[in-house]
């Protein structure tokens, strides 16, 4: 019927209960596992506990020794309740003239199991089969009465068998698996001798714990290389507001794996929680604010363009995560006479109600992040794709994982809640990673090659000078003149003098085509003019403003003054009079 079981014989009692082990003894009618083989290791223990599908496997009972120590181990613990009901038991046990017995009490001359002496109870597991209900292993303890035949079978409270102070492998995580309704905690094996513990996926377990070492050091690595790229690239460096803290957030989510691999004796489902939402407002914030600013700084049907500085990003995500700060100390406080929760180990956390709750903030702040992707999905912005690709994927994994962890809390292993927490870590962060940083890089680089060959093409395209002169206007772009192939003798002055200012003109019409193209807060009826960089830097909402203003008539002129466009020359009369067709709705500039 299975692996089999020691049943405690008349071998085992003794000398003064000879005559009940011999033929008086009372036959148990309950179906027991065959005797070949003992329940001496946690192994066979678990094929035989898992052993309850078949009908005939109703009323079996597990009486073997190792069976006995582990609910004797559990009876004799810190649990006063437990040793009370001990005290109980003898006592009826004693007084055999008392036939009313508590419900959980019984009188029977058939024991599911014979104690070995009269001193002390015997333990065992029988195998309950209700109607319209799951089968279930029932504890049972079986005492002997001093005066009677008889013996008194008491139904245990339901009791958790732990193997792990058995166990040799001290420096071994001790975590718990479900067995049918029986929860038996052990220890991970650490030798050849596996009597006493338990084989896990160890190998697995330590190639996560190397991925996810490797991902914190790439994430500080990537740090100095963000803040290398944000002064490289002068003119994207907005782009890169806020990713040291992106990378920070994920540096905290990435070592969260790894508290299994350090084992703390107490707190670390605390730990894992501080660190789960401090690495998620970091990490999510900065994504969601780079979101936000999107669709302040591009909305079109406002009548002001609101500039949001990253000054401004850094205060809105400090009050994120002073509000974080302020929530998880408020639950800590609260949960500090929860024991379970301080006694646990990750990722084997109790699921309490103020631990859902922050499943459910975390839910909110995404489907807000959803509705900012939705309002911005008409907007010019090129990473509009990635940033809202990245909150529906972790909208999507984190909400299937919490709700499988919130079925399994009380029935998954230890594995299985290890590889749930990895696949949620990786389906969601380091795919985030990649679909936010790499394009940074390509489109980085490519839009320099493209603006080099742009401004090549475009200054030999209007050539039609000397050739000398075509070849030093192309060398002033590229900035690889020689005056040595130059033959500046043979030039007249004011041939020179001209076509250094056509070329100082070109480098103005594409920086201002490059700046006012694709703008809607351009005007194209007056020619898109613009504000002075030092005003719509000192101030976050810039106001359309007429032109008859003595503002903007100063600011005018102070740009005609640095303009060095001749408008006299005749190369640039075609410049002076057709107006460039620029796109745009109003008159502030994004710079």
């Not at 999510?284 to 406002?302: C, D, F, P, S």
């Not at 406080?333 to 006694?343: C, E, H, I, K, N």
Request: aromatic share 10%; net charge positive; glycine share 4%.
């Amino acid at each position: 019927m299975g692996s089999g079981i020691a049943q405690r014989t008349a071998g085992a009692a003794p000398a003064n209960n000879k005559r009940r082990d011999s033929d008086s003894r009372p036959k148990s009618g309950k179906s027991h596992m065959p005797t070949e083989n003992s329940l001496d290791e946690l192994g066979s223990l678990y094929t035989a506990l898992d052993a309850t599908s078949s009908s005939k496997d109703c009323n079996k009972t597990l009486d073997s020794d190792l069976v006995y120590k582990l609910i004797n181990a559990s009876m004799s613990g810190p649990d006063e309740r437990n040793k009370h009901l001990l005290s109980f038991i003898k006592f009826f046990a004693a007084n055999s003239y008392l036939n009313e017995v508590p419900l959980n009490y019984s009188k029977t001359k058939a024991p599911p199991s014979i104690p070995p002496n009269r001193e002390m109870p015997q333990y065992l597991l029988q195998l309950k089969c209700p109607q319209h209900r799951p089968r279930e292993w029932k504890p049972l303890a079986v005492v002997s009465m001093k005066s009677s035949s008889d013996f008194i079978v008491v139904e245990l409270p339901q009791l958790s068998l732990n193997a792990c102070q058995f166990s040799n492998c001290l420096n071994s995580k001790c975590s718990w698996t479900m067995h049918s309704s029986i929860r038996v905690w052990a220890r991970s094996c650490c030798d050849a001798d596996q009597k006493m513990c338990r084989n896990d996926l160890r190998l697995i377990r330590a190639v996560f714990y190397v991925m996810s070492g490797l991902f914190a050091v790439g994430c500080l690595i990537m740090i100095p290389i963000v803040i290398r790229e944000r002064r490289r690239q002068q003119q994207e460096a907005r782009g890169w507001a806020l990713m040291e803290i992106f990378f920070v957030g994920a540096f905290i989510l990435y070592l969260i794996p790894l508290l299994d691999w350090l084992n703390p004796e107490s707190a670390s489902c605390c730990m894992a929680i501080w660190m789960r939402q401090i690495g998620f407002t970091l990490f999510y914030g900065a994504v969601i604010l780079k979101i936000y600013r999107n669709l302040q700084e591009y909305r079109v049907r406002k009548a002001h363009h609101v500039f949001v500085r990253e000054r401004d990003l850094l205060k809105y995500l400090a009050g994120l995560l002073a509000l974080t700060f302020m929530g998880l100390t408020a639950w800590s406080l609260g949960a500090w006479s929860y024991d379970p929760l301080w006694t646990s180990s990750w990722p084997q956390c109790p699921m309490e109600r103020w631990t859902m709750m922050w499943y459910v903030l975390e839910l909110i702040f995404m489907l807000y992040g959803l509705q900012l992707c939705l309002k911005a999905r008409n907007s010019t912005w090129v990473e509009r794709y990635q940033f809202t690709a990245a909150v529906a994927l972790e909208t999507i994994v984190s909400s299937i994982i919490n709700i499988l962890r919130y079925l399994w809390a009380n029935t998954a292993s230890n594995d299985t809640l290890f590889t749930m927490y990895i696949i949620q870590l990786h389906f969601t962060i380091s795919l985030n990673i990649a679909a936010i940083i790499t394009p940074k890089f390509i489109i980085g680089s490519s839009e320099g090659n493209r603006r080099m060959l742009s401004m090549a093409g475009a200054s030999s395209s209007g050539s039609k000078a000397h050739p000398s002169l075509a070849k030093l206007r192309d060398n002033l772009i590229n900035g690889t003149i020689d005056f040595a192939e130059v033959p500046i003798i043979d030039m007249n002055p004011e041939d020179i003098r001209a076509e250094l200012k056509r070329v100082y003109t070109q480098l103005r019409m594409y920086k201002l085509k490059n700046l006012y193209q694709d703008n809607p807060h351009i005007s194209k009826r007056k020619g898109g003019k613009k504000t002075s960089d030092k005003t719509s830097k000192n101030r976050r909402i810039s106001i359309p403003a007429t032109s008859s203003s003595p503002k903007i008539r100063r600011v005018d002129e102070e740009d005609e003054k640095s303009d060095l466009t001749v408008e006299s020359a005749p190369h640039n009369i075609y410049l002076s009079t057709n107006k460039i067709q620029l796109e745009s709705t109003d008159l502030s500039v994004r710079v």
